[in-house]
């Protein structure tokens, strides 16, 4: 059950909603809407005379299983990411290698995809990597060269978390933590990062349906975390040809049936460099909210994923093309509906 409490309803209401449910041994989360008051999610049915509270705006007994993730009590979120704003209009570009690969290195490419546009840097320090004899990241030192890369440019950083019990760790240099595609059925690491207040870049499993990720967004609502943002980045396919299939169509399907912010990984939904400028503009036609984007100074001398990595020289393409499709679509959506469908400035 979906219970919304309006803004003004006294605390006693929440409390009292809470309390029953603990006493009805009902698990129950509380989490607050885009109207200023606050949606409970109860794991079964409050009884009848508990939702009499003053202050009770609406009771849903038929909702999605992800009660939180869902469309039904709030429209739209907004994640903050440092000062980035991620699903508030304007198209946010996250950028930058696979891996840290130094200190040097990273801040060389922090320094490129700022200049190119991007609003935050990406690069992992823990790699879940296919092969346990590939290179697996710096780690730690992976981690502080990143918060030296933030230091140096002033973008937040958001850096892959594979480990329930690195969460901590990473939380302390992250600005957002990644829980990749190979972990989002991961449910104890869910349930960690759901305890944080850190945003969440949530991959969708490359076998993964849509509810099945929307769900997997669920547990880390359902922990008290509504920072999370969805990132579709290709599922599997038949044909060899390209890495991964993108798949376009959860863009629009996820912000739907959700209102979570949506990005699009062009780089691991294709695998190959040529074809990352159109499917990254095809994200941003898609609906997505931004791109995460691997790009390197040199891609061919990337580390880890260099068949997928672009040039920031391509990054800036993607940035002023980006941005010019995002706008006219608004405009056209506008003109044509009375609203834009594409995220809109807030
Ligand atoms: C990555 O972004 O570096 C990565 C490993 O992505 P995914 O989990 O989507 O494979
Ligand atoms: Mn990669």
């Known amino acids: 059950m979906i219970v919304t409490v309006t803004h003004d309803a006294p605390a006693t209401t929440t409390a009292t909603l809470l309390a029953t449910a603990a006493s009805s041994g009902l698990a129950a989360r509380m989490l607050p809407d885009d109207r200023g008051g606050a949606v ?59 891996v840290v690969e130094g200190r040097d290195e990273i801040i060389e490419a922090a320094r490129a995809v700022k200049a190119a ?14 092969s346990p004899y590939a290179f697996q990241g710096l780690g730690e030192e992976g981690l502080r060269c990143l918060a030296a890369a933030r230091e140096v440019t002033g973008l937040p950083v958001v850096t892959e978390v594979l480990e329930p019990d690195q969460i901590e760790l990473v939380a302390e240099y992250a600005d957002m933590l990644q829980v990749g595609a190979r972990n989002m059925a991961n449910f104890p ?14 991959k969708r499993g490359f076998s993964a349906t849509v509810e099945e990720w929307l769900m997997s967004a669920e547990y880390i609502l359902a922990g008290g975390n509504a920072n999370v943002v969805l990132c579709e980045r ?7 040809a390209v890495r991964f299939n993108l798949d376009l169509s959860a863009v629009p399907l996820a912000k739907e049936l959700s209102h979570l912010p949506v990005v699009v990984d062009p780089s691991h939904g294709t695998g190959r460099r040529s074809l990352v400028p159109r499917m990254a503009l095809a994200g941003l036609a898609a609906g997505a909210d931004g791109l995460i984007v691997e790009v390197h100074p040199d ?22 093309r980006g941005l010019a499709l995002h706008a006219a679509l608004a405009e056209d959506e506008i003109a044509e509906y009375g609203f834009a469908e594409v995220a809109l400035s807030a």
Do not use: W
């Open 117 to 130: 546009g991007a609003d935050i840097l990406r690069g992992g320090a823990f790699k879940p990597r296919t």
């Open 40 to 98: 409970i999610g109860v794991d079964g049915n409050l009884p009848p005379d508990a939702l009499t509270l003053p202050g009770i705006h609406a009771v849903h007994r038929d909702h999605k299983p992800y009660m939180l993730a869902s469309k039904e009590h709030r429209t739209r979120s907004v994640v903050r990411v440092g000062g980035v704003a991620i699903g508030a209009g304007t198209p946010v570009l996250m950028a930058g290698p696979c």
């Open 299 to 320: 891609p061919e001398r990337a580390r880890c994923d260099a068949s997928q990595t672009i040039t920031p020289a391509e990054l800036a393409s993607i940035h002023r």
């Open 234 to 240: 290709g599922i599997r396919g038949f044909d060899p």
């Open 189 to 202: 690491l869910l349930r960690r990062v759901g305890k944080l207040h850190k945003p969440v870049l949530l």
